[in-house]
């Protein structure tokens, strides 16, 4: 089973990509984040004849994720579930293949001194409430997404130039690790827990990419039933070169 988490950042700028991405690795599970469009405007047609369903969330403009799936998902659910109404579209989940598969767009948090990093961890800390209530560490689960978060100094290229922003900050990883707490397993760390430059994002300014001046920020989490199948997690950095490309790449992860 193969399931690929990616920041699409524009299904409208992405669209030949994504449907291009769908042949070449031909997932059972394909996470997306950044959508950037309301549900209504998603490619329902051209994602079907591609051969996948498709649950999603959308936002105009802003956020948005989506799960699309080889198998029909079931049980969805939208959003955090809390009763506390944000109106940002970062959430989404089903069943599939008797594992439950978030896709999840964390905020990135502007700057460490604005609400928007204040929202960033208050997010943080209800989706980790979240997951606590409604699941257990012997259940099989996924949480894929962009976390907006690199968990160590291992996952950037420059250190001292990110230290210091809302996406290696102590608190935001301090956040991370508190989810993790219930239950979940860095998938690429399991298999490769030393490993450096490995990064899944790099900024569109200052010659980011071919500079490898890069970030792991998007991940593949996963309790320990299915810690224990994995075979493979890599990056495909591909993806993220040639014409147009997000400013993400996939992250790929393979399970017996």
Same mark, same amino acid.
């Given at each position: ?16 990509? *994504?449907?291009?991405? *769908? ?15 309301? @549900? ?7 994602? $079907? ?82 997951? +606590? ?46 989810? $993790? ?6 998938? *690429? ?26 970030? +792991? ?11 224990? $199948?994995?075979? @493979?997690?890599?990056?495909? $950095? ?19």
């Amino acid at each position: 089973m193969k399931i690929i988490t990616w920041n699409v950042n524009s299904i409208r700028a992405r669209h030949d990509r *994504l449907l291009a991405l *769908l042949a070449r690795h031909e997932p059972d599970v394909l996470c997306l984040q950044e959508l950037k469009l309301e @549900e209504a405007k998603f490619p329902w047609d051209e994602v $079907r004849a591609a051969g996948y369903h498709a649950a999603v969330l959308g936002q105009k403009s802003y956020n948005g994720v989506a799960i699309l799936s080889r198998t029909a998902p079931e049980d969805v659910r939208r959003g955090m579930g809390d009763g506390e109404e944000d109106g940002h579209a970062r959430l989404i989940s089903a069943r599939l293949h008797g594992i439950r598969v978030y896709s999840a767009y964390f905020p990135n948090g502007g700057t460490p001194d604005s609400d928007k990093y204040a929202f960033k961890l208050a997010w943080m800390a209800r989706l980790e409430k979240k997951l +606590r209530t409604e699941h257990t560490p012997d259940e099989a689960l996924a949480l894929c997404g962009d976390f907006n978060v690199a968990p160590t100094d291992l996952d950037v290229k420059n250190v001292e130039k990110w230290a210091d922003t809302v996406l290696c900050r102590p608190d935001a990883r301090a956040a991370l690790e508190r989810i $993790r707490g219930v239950g979940l397993i860095d998938s *690429l760390r399991r298999l490769r827990p030393e490993e450096g430059n490995l990064y899944s994002y790099w900024d569109y300014q200052m010659l980011g990419f071919p500079k490898n001046d890069g970030l +792991r920020i998007d991940h593949v989490d996963v309790t320990a039933p299915l810690a224990e $199948r994995l075979l @493979e997690v890599r990056i495909d $950095r591909e993806e993220r070169k040639g014409k147009q490309p997000s400013d993400h790449a996939p992250v790929i992860a393979t399970f017996a």
